[in-house]
């Protein structure tokens, strides 16, 4: 079984008792902080290896290195492959760090989008740019509907019915 595979037959077990698995995530999100306090102090070296090293560079078991390149994937430059990857598969983990940061929002992870590393990597008009970018993203906006007897959209003056509304 692939690591992967593993990982979320552990991470999102729907038969484990709710308490140890709100435990678990506790225990997980401070794990990834931590990591990620890390590669964010130097945002620009490339970090690489195997699942393995990696997991034993950052302190981590295989199965949370796992989880953790799972949850990083998508902020990658180039993306791991996750899905078979095993203790000696080697992996990146070169991030583009404007995709991370609204990952990162968009996970709704305040503790990791709010990290003080952040601060040297964007100013803080910039994180609130990427921020509302990210949150605007995920809103459907609608466009006003325009009713019969309304001015017409396009500019003519007359009522929508009279104008673009006609059947022809």
Not at 122 to 131: A, G, I
């Amino acid at each position: 079984m692939a690591l992967l595979e593993q990982w979320r037959s552990v991470a999102y077990n729907q038969e484990t008792d709710r308490a140890q698995l709100q435990k678990f995530w506790q225990d997980y999100f401070m794990l990834e902080k931590g990591v990620y306090e890390k590669l964010l102090e130097n945002p620009d070296e490339k970090v690489e290896g195997t699942v393995k090293e990696l997991a034993e560079k950052y302190g981590l078991s295989v199965m949370e290195m796992t989880g953790f390149l799972d949850g990083i994937n998508e902020s990658l430059i180039e993306e791991n492959p996750i899905e078979e990857m095993e203790e000696d598969t080697k992996v990146s983990l070169a991030f583009d760090k404007e995709k991370l940061y609204k990952n990162m929002v968009d996970a709704k992870a305040d503790w990791l989008y709010e990290l003080p590393q952040w601060e040297k990597i964007f100013d803080e008009e910039t994180r609130h740019k990427l921020y509302i970018e990210q949150k605007k993203s995920g809103t459907v906006v609608k466009e006003a509907k325009v009713y019969p007897n309304d001015p017409c959209p396009c500019g003519s003056g007359k009522k929508y019915k009279k104008c673009c509304g006609r059947n022809k």
